[in-house]
Each structure stands twice: as C-alpha cells, then as structure tokens.
C-alpha cells in the first residue's frame, strides 16, 4: 500500500498545486491514498503576515469560513477520483501553542475531518523552521534550552487532546543541528522519550515526515535513532508523510521509509473520521 498523509494543495500560501493536480499526480504514481494537510495557524502576533489562505485564487483571512470551501472541494474532489482508485482523506495541520488552543478547538468545532496532524512551528511566535526567523530565536539559547521549549510545547499539544498525530516531530533540527552541532540531539533524546511516553498514554500517532531531504539531510522526521525509541514503546498509530508543498514532491522517500519503518517492525496506519482505518 502507498499513501501520502501529508500534502499541502494551494490552499496554503506556501503551497503551488491545486487538489487536482496533486490528485492527478498521485494517480500517476500509484497512490492509493492522499490525505490534504492544508496549514491553518492562528498564532495572534504572526496574523498579519501570515492569517491568510487562498480560496479560489483569493487570499482570505484564517477567521473566514474557508473550512467550508477546503472540505467542500475535498468532497468533490474525492466524488471524481474514487472512481480511478484514489482515497481522498481529509486532514488539515495545524499549527499549536497553548496560547491559541481553546480558539483551535473553538474553530475546528463542527468540521469533519478524517485526520488533525498537530504541529509546533513557532516557538514564542518565531517560526524555528524559517531561515529567516530562527537565527534570532536560538541567539542566547542553549541547545537544551532550545529542546525543553520545544517539547514542552509538543507534550501541551498531545495533552490538548486536539491532534490524531503529531507531525515531524524533531523538526527543530532543520536549523538547530547545523547551529548547535551534534550535542543538540543529546540533549533532546530524553525529552522526545518522555514526549513518546505520553503520546502513547494519550493515543497520539507519530508521523515519519520525508521532508527532511528537502533540507539536505539523509533522513527523515524523526531521525532513526528517535523512531526506534518510539518502536519500543509499542505504539499503535503511525503515519507517513511528503510535506510536499507542489506536485514534484508528493510521496517523495515515502517507500524508502515504508521499507525502513517495516525492517524496524513497525506498521502504518490510514485514518477515517478521526479513527484509525486500517494498518499496512
Ligand atoms: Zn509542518
Ligand atoms: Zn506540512
């Protein structure tokens, strides 16, 4: 089985390609499954440069009733490619701080969702994943300062109860280990066990994120030496994800760490309405 359970359409203003053209691609590929992630993120000081998202070409603010467009073009979308063998899933990433958790549950209220990936891409609002934000944010910082801020953060959102899966969970690698060398994995290493261990209590899936090649490195989101750490916790929900933001990447590394995943001894799952569907 071959699934994409995290793509980003145009939707996202980070994103280039249409539903269409990432459920043409995905058809080309021989998916069975794409499940769309579009990003939604209400951080209150990061608003007005980033609240927005594009419907129909426009740009509208994340207070909008867009929902109602996403799903409704999901819908559709799904209604046209089932019959060529293509699952539609619908998911959506939200970005979580603590701050705004009562107004994510508030807005994502009444919306049917297959699949709610929680993700921490700003640390007091500042964006650790974006080259232009990040050297600010770690000046000052130790890598251990660094890694506590991070996975409290992550530990607040499995405890919110919001999120089926946390994606790319050592994301703060992107910048930090070129920033703060090796040690910066040391000194997380007892964090990310602690942060499995409640994920695991809370029924909270990991995701394997193949992004990370993007960024020049030779694995994935989590590392291996981290998703044998989650393995021996005998989890039950993991999923597996492109990130990709345009067609070209879709499902890119997705069967190599199908591959690597399963040599560990770990099973994928798919969702449906929030619940685990089935295991591959
Ligand atoms: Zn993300
Ligand atoms: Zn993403």
């Not at 107004?103 to 919306?111: A, C, P, Q, V």
């Not at 919110?160 to 994995?185: M, Q, R």
């Not at 929900?237 to 990709?244: C, E, M, Q, R, V």
């Amino acid at each position: 089985m071959l699934v994409d359970y995290h793509v980003h359409p145009d939707y996202s203003l980070d994103a280039k390609d249409s539903i269409d053209a990432f459920c043409k691609r995905a058809l080309e590929i021989g998916l069975d499954e794409i499940c769309f992630t579009t990003h939604y993120d209400l951080d209150p000081v990061r608003k007005e440069k980033e609240g927005f998202v594009r419907v129909k070409g426009e740009l509208v603010s994340f207070d909008s009733n867009w929902l109602d467009h996403y799903l409704a073009d999901l819908k559709r979308a799904r209604a046209i490619y089932e019959k060529f063998g293509l699952n539609i899933k619908y998911g959506i990433e939200v970005d979580y701080s603590k701050e705004v958790e009562d107004e994510i549950k508030r807005s994502l209220h009444g919306y049917s969702f297959d699949l709610i990936l929680g993700a921490i891409h700003n640390l007091d609002h500042n964006a650790i994943h974006l080259e232009e934000e990040f050297p600010t944010y770690f000046e000052g910082k130790s890598s251990r300062e660094l890694c506590e801020k991070y996975f409290q953060e992550v530990q607040n959102a499995v405890r919110s109860e919001i999120f089926d899966v946390i994606a790319h969970i050592d994301l703060y690698k992107k910048f930090g280990l070129e920033y703060y060398g090796e040690n910066l994995l040391k000194d997380c290493v007892d964090l990310a066990e602690k942060t499995f261990d409640l994920m695991i209590e809370k029924n909270v899936g990991l995701e394997i994120n193949t992004s990370c090649y993007r960024y020049g490195f030779d694995e994935a989101f989590p590392s291996e030496d981290l998703l044998r750490r989650w393995k021996e916790r005998n989890p039950k929900i993991l999923t597996i994800g492109s990130d990709a933001h345009n067609i070209q990447y879709l499902a890119k590394y997705v069967p190599k760490w199908i591959n690597i995943a399963k040599k560990m001894g770990l099973k994928f799952c798919t969702f449906k309405e929030r619940k685990v569907e089935q295991y591959f």
